[in-house]
């Protein structure tokens, strides 16, 4: 199957790669083990939020966002990296981001235009994973541009909820800041999201002419 991008390449035999350990096919690793669960938590930060449980929703988000960065050192450290592994962590930022904006917005702590927003890009992209994948594509490389809105829209989920805790000035200043930033996330989103599809394109038209030649 051919492939959108190449992570990383080898220059001579045995030598380690400029980008990290090679990806390897293996599932039961501590680094898969480790987001997994961070995938299982979020439906449940999702519901107490929903539910305005908000404090405790807020320490099990820490919790699972420590190990974000806990997985990936893991399997750096002690070479777990696997293929899989590198799948599951873009999936728990996408499912994170979704559910707790849903939740947000059944709480009535943000508007549900930008749930839609983020909505309707996901679908997106989803669509045109579809459609490389049916044309022999794997995923598209992460640009930067997309792993800024990433960051930024999850960084809002925590302000928005620190926000919502209390009446008094200083909780809505957070709050303005957390709406505003999740703006800038879901412009940046978006942005990332013309990239992909550009890129999409071009992959797809560059085949249809090797097809025709």
Not at 20 to 47: K, M
Not at 54 to 73: C, E, P, R, W
Not at 79 to 107: E, F, K, T
Not at 178 to 201: E, H
Request: aromatic share 8%.
């Amino acid at each position: 199957m051919a492939s959108a991008s190449s992570p990383h390449t080898n220059n001579d035999d045995g030598e380690q790669e400029a980008f990290g350990p090679e990806a390897r096919d293996v599932i039961f690793t501590i680094p898969n083990l480790i987001s997994l669960i961070r995938i299982l938590s979020i439906p449940c930060i999702a519901y107490l939020i929903s539910q305005r449980q908000l404090l405790l929703s807020l320490v099990i988000l820490m919790i699972s966002s420590a190990t974000d960065g806990l997985d990936g050192y893991i399997a750096r450290r002690f070479n777990q990296v696997s293929r899989i592994g590198q799948l599951l962590d873009p999936i728990a930022d996408r499912l994170l981001i979704i559910c707790s904006m849903l939740a947000l917005g059944w709480a009535h702590i943000v508007p549900w235009w930008l749930l839609i927003a983020v909505g309707v890009r996901d679908l997106i992209m989803l669509m045109e994973i579809l459609v490389l994948a049916d044309h022999g594509y794997g995923p598209l490389p992460v640009h930067f541009v997309g792993k800024a809105g990433t960051a930024l829209l999850l960084m809002c989920v925590p302000i928005l909820i620190i926000g919502d805790l209390g009446s008094q000035n200083i909780f809505t200043v957070l709050h303005l800041i957390g709406v505003a930033g999740a703006i800038w996330g879901i412009g940046l989103y978006w942005v990332a999201g013309v990239i992909y599809i550009s890129q999409g394109v071009v992959l797809i038209t560059h085949l249809g002419r090797q097809n025709t030649e």
